[in-house]
């Protein structure tokens, strides 16, 4: 996972909502992205949502499921939409970290529990259904909310156009988004919070999750065009503290910073394509000092997906994204040195192959690139340089999740294995001869089991 160099914080107003979340989902009556309750829910095998019969990667199924609100049910169950997760690491890397990967943890070589959690995943109402993460971090040691998609849709004609229109609440921009070419949901996928990671990324890319609470609009006209507009707003410092995010540090959004995305989707046979834009803007406090006035972040992103479905023995994926970000910096300038504007650029491209909704092999490239700029990156890179570069490639074994999986709807698991290879790591090479780690010192192998029951 990349550090955020921009990471975020709400207003006042903002808690009672939460509390007309938390009433709305803990409260819901009892009757499902990749959890068990969505499949109890639908009476569907989580093949029928998810590539490779695991999340988060989205099926045309899938995506419809999400975009009408997670609440399409089969009338049959009367499960509680629960769900747990836990998420399990052995990390290696080509150098040891020094003082260790993290508080606790030796410099290499490290068993972990990354992550378990506990979700509330489905139908609340006819047309209001949520997706509801609390999280136990196992490299911090401490229980905080995570994502939070809660939504409302419902479906409407206006002449001969039709819609499915809908409201979304969470707390992380993108995170509500359909296709996994965006930052929330992208990939890859999953990765070990002990290795190392770049410093720099866009504040769309993680740098606002958990730390804010948003609205947005949005509609699918035709099946074929999506648009959502939105706006977010940082939590208190008490309001994230109650819920287990540490504030210290954080750059606090001015007022709103507004969301947007377009979408074009197009099926043709066993072929998939999307393309689309999406973008925020937000004026910053840095480490919420007003003393000098705000910074500004606007990024303006875009990206592509191919899927080919056509039998259930083979399935192939292309996700694309590059995201464009213009930094503005103004206070950071009089504040901390920094330049008074930087260009920061982040691209991905990875393609995977399924077979039989079991074996997935992915590959992908990476690459973080922007202005110079020692004040804003000189403690974490090399010269002040925020770039990074890479390949990812993983290898994964799903054996359950399908229609005859010995366990049904209840449990699901992922084993796999990845590995990075960094071509350049914080402006460093991997033939960097002076002090400090050459960039293939972060090489990092790492194998995970995931399970879902």
């Known amino acids: 996972m990349m550090k955020r160099k921009w990471p975020v914080r709400a207003g006042h107003a903002a808690t009672a909502l939460l509390c007309l979340i938390a009433m709305g989902t803990v409260f819901a009556p009892q009757s499902a992205q990749a959890i068990p309750s969505f499949a109890e829910q639908t009476d569907q095998p989580c093949s029928s949502c998810h590539v490779g019969s695991f999340g988060p990667a989205l099926t045309p199924m ?95 004609n206006f002449g001969n156009v039709s819609a499915v229109l809908g409201i979304s609440v969470n707390n992380n921009p993108t995170v509500q988004d359909l296709w996994n070419s965006t930052p929330a949901w992208g990939t890859p996928f999953s990765a070990a919070d002990l290795a190392p990671a770049p410093a720099a990324a866009p504040v769309i890319a993680g740098g606002f999750a958990q730390q804010v609470l948003g609205s947005s609009v949005y509609a699918m006209w035709d099946d074929w065009l999506y648009t959502e507009v939105g706006a977010y707003g940082n939590l208190s410092d008490r309001t994230q503290t109650i819920l287990g995010v540490s504030p210290m540090g954080e750059n606090r959004i001015n007022g709103l910073a507004p969301y947007w995305r377009v979408a074009a989707q197009h099926q043709f046979g066993s072929h998939y394509v999307s393309l689309g834009t999406f973008g925020l803007s937000a004026n910053l406090f840095p480490g919420q000092d007003r003393s000098a006035g705000t910074d500004r972040a606007t990024d303006l992103g875009l990206d592509a997906t191919y899927d080919y479905l056509g039998d259930e023995d083979n399935n192939f994926s292309v996700y694309a994204a590059f995201i464009n970000e213009h930094q503005s910096l103004g206070a950071s300038s009089v504040l901390s040195g920094t330049n008074g504007s930087n260009t920061l650029r982040s691209g991905n491209l990875t393609a995977a192959y ?34 990074s570069n890479g390949i990812n490639a993983e290898i994964d074994y799903t054996p359950f999740g399908k229609d005859d999986s010995p366990f049904g709807h209840h449990v699901n698991l992922r084993l796999g294995l990845q590995y990075t290879d960094y071509l350049k790591f914080n402006g460093a090479r991997s033939n960097y001869d002076g002090a400090g780690r050459n960039a293939s010192d972060n090489n990092t192998v790492a194998a995970f089991a995931w399970f879902l029951f």
């Open 62 to 156: 899938g995506r419809l499921f999400k975009l009408n609100g997670y609440v399409w049910d089969s009338g049959e169950t009367s499960v509680p939409k629960v769900s747990a997760m836990l998420q399990t690491y052995l990390t290696h890397t080509e150098k040891g970290q020094d003082g260790g990967a993290a508080p606790h943890f030796a410099p290499n070589d490290n068993p972990s529990v990354d992550q378990v959690s506990l979700f509330y995943g489905g139908k609340i109402l006819d047309h209001l259904g949520a997706f509801v993460q609390t999280t136990y971090d196992g490299i911090a040691r401490r229980f905080a909310w995570d994502n939070v998609d809660v939504r409302y849709a419902d479906t409407a």
């Open 354 to 387: 399924t077979y039989l909704q079991t074996y997935t092999f992915s590959l992908g490239y990476f690459d973080i690139w922007g202005t110079t700029d020692m004040g804003l990156y000189g403690g974490d890179s090399f010269n002040g340089s925020p770039n």
